[in-house]
């Protein structure tokens, strides 16, 4: 799979995967990372790729000649690329968004600048645009990086163990159980008794208690989620 990520920053992005298992994906050429800088398709003599918000209101905004010429460009060297723009004014992303882009061939990432993108940028390129919070950000980056690696590790290869995926958050409306290691006393804090008894079905409706207590706790929402979702299985 081939991400692109259209930023005015690559040093910002590209370290991300210089290690660890996003490294290791593209060093065995299940990943693809390429960059596209739109400062190098502006046709003003200095490069620039802002200008003054019409309307009145503070800060520039990404004009659209570098973002239209960058895109087209991209469309045509592909034109199954699924471009993406992130943008706080926009869905929430979420764990199933990652799973069904995950069977995408080719995903762009738009990292805005500045006070944003010219909206009629968006309108013609946008084939999503997702949001990652309630709040703002210097640029785009961190939310593109956000989304590439939710992604990325849904595809087939990537994750040394694919069984990990299917007892993550998420997956149920419950968040996931609460994770121990080695050793079994550490501070004078033990392990749940229950997880060194060898009993799996005590250890799994252990778990299920811990998650839904957990989820309780953190996110209401989500157990009022998980109930109707377990009346409707009745």
Do not use: W
Not at 108 to 122: N, P, Q
Not at 124 to 141: C, N, P, Q, R
Not at 164 to 182: M, R
């Amino acid at each position: 799979m081939k991400f692109t990520f259209v930023t005015l920053f690559k040093n910002l992005v590209d370290g991300y995967f210089q290690d660890s298992i996003l490294k290791r994906a593209i060093d065995k050429e299940i990943l693809e990372i390429d960059y596209l800088d739109p400062r190098e398709y502006s046709k003003n003599k200095h490069s620039k790729v802002d200008d003054t918000a019409v309307g009145g209101g503070a800060g520039m905004v990404m004009n659209p000649q570098p973002l239209y010429d960058c895109l087209d460009g991209l469309k045509k060297s592909d034109e199954d690329v699924h471009i993406v723009f992130l943008t706080p004014v926009a869905k929430p992303f979420v764990q199933n968004d990652a799973k069904r882009l995950s069977k995408k061939s080719h995903v762009a990432f738009v990292s805005g600048r500045y006070e944003g993108i010219d909206e009629r940028v968006i309108e013609k390129y946008a084939d999503e645009v997702f949001s990652i919070g309630d709040y703002i950000l210097t640029g785009g980056e961190l939310p593109s990086l956000v989304l590439c690696d939710s992604i990325a590790r849904n595809i087939t290869g990537v994750l040394g163990n694919s069984d990990s995926l299917s007892v993550e958050s998420f997956e149920t409306p419950l968040l996931e159980a609460p994770s121990f290691s080695k050793p079994k006393v550490y501070d004078n804090s033990s392990v749940p008794s229950e997880y060194l008894k060898g009993n799996h079905s005590k250890i799994h409706s252990l778990k299920l208690a811990l998650s839904e207590s957990k989820t309780k706790f953190f996110r209401p929402e989500q157990l009022l989620k998980h109930r109707i979702r377990k009346s409707y299985e009745k």
